[in-house]
């Protein structure tokens, strides 16, 4: 499956997008993780779908027994590499995360800042192969953009666009959630409601949760076999 993150936003490109001057993205970025490291306790093996060069890995290291992350891009799997080089508990690993197969072998897996979107395919598809890697009784956390946070995120895209990283802003079809680029580049969100929609159809006990006012979060368990 072809992803803009593969082909043209990957490695150091991806490091400069996160390395943004504005204040307010910056909170939100640290305000997922923050989210999720409070549910480590550090004995979990954690699974992440698109982990890009491991950023989100590395932060969350410290909280966990094991990380490892996949991404699609092998340039940002291997600038990955050289990223966790002082992170022994992490390996990263270039994947389809729509053609992986593991199965109860994480206690957590995570995918963070809107990779439901970023990561292209059926969401649907993407969060029941997350929740086949888990363990009975492991979480899983997606995250999407909160519509509270549009603003902040336009100013973000807009700030990635000047730096080159992006093409050039449709501000015609940018506009209900879904920031399109000339180049190509579209990113869309889940509403509340979509995000409900999906934990529903997983049969899995889910809740969603906004954070920060920047994020929803969808957390689904997998349930423990009822004789355990």
């Known amino acids: 499956m072809t992803s803009y993150y593969a082909e043209k936003l990957s490695a150091m ?13 910056r ?19 954690v699974l992440e779908l698109g982990a890009g060069y491991g950023r989100i890995m590395k932060k969350i290291a410290p909280n966990a027994l094991s990380v490892l992350g996949i991404d699609i891009s092998e340039e940002s799997v291997a600038y990955g590499k050289s990223f966790l080089a002082d992170s022994p508990n992490c390996r990263i690993t270039a994947m389809d995360a729509y053609r992986m197969d593991y199965e ?15 990561i292209k395919g059926d969401a649907q598809d993407l969060v029941g192969k997350g929740i086949r890697a888990l363990v009975p009784g492991g979480t899983a956390f997606f995250s999407t953009y909160s519509a509270r946070f ?16 992006l ?3 449709d ?18 969100t889940f509403s509340r409601e979509d995000l409900a929609g999906i934990g529903e159809k997983t049969g899995c006990p889910y809740r969603i949760e ?3 006012e920047s994020s ?3 957390v689904l368990e997998k349930p423990k076999p009822w004789n355990a």
Do not use: M, P
Request: include cysteine; charged fraction near 30%; glycine fraction near 8%.
């Open 104 to 118: 109860g072998e994480f206690d957590v897996v995570i995918c963070l800042q809107n990779g439901l979107s970023a």
């Open 167 to 169: 093409g050039e802003i």
């Open 216 to 218: 929803l979060f969808l």
């Open 27 to 45: 909170q939100y970025l640290e305000a997922e993780i923050d989210f999720v490291s409070r549910h480590l306790h550090g004995t979990e093996k």
């Open 171 to 188: 501000w015609d079809r940018t506009k209900d959630g879904v920031i399109a680029c000339r180049d190509g580049f579209l990113a869309t």
């Open 13 to 25: 490109k991806l490091f400069r997008v996160y390395d943004t001057g504005i204040e307010r993205v």
């Open 150 to 165: 549009w603003e902040h995120r336009l100013e973000w895209f807009k700030e990635q666009s000047e730096k080159g990283l």
């Open 210 to 212: 906004e954070v920060d």
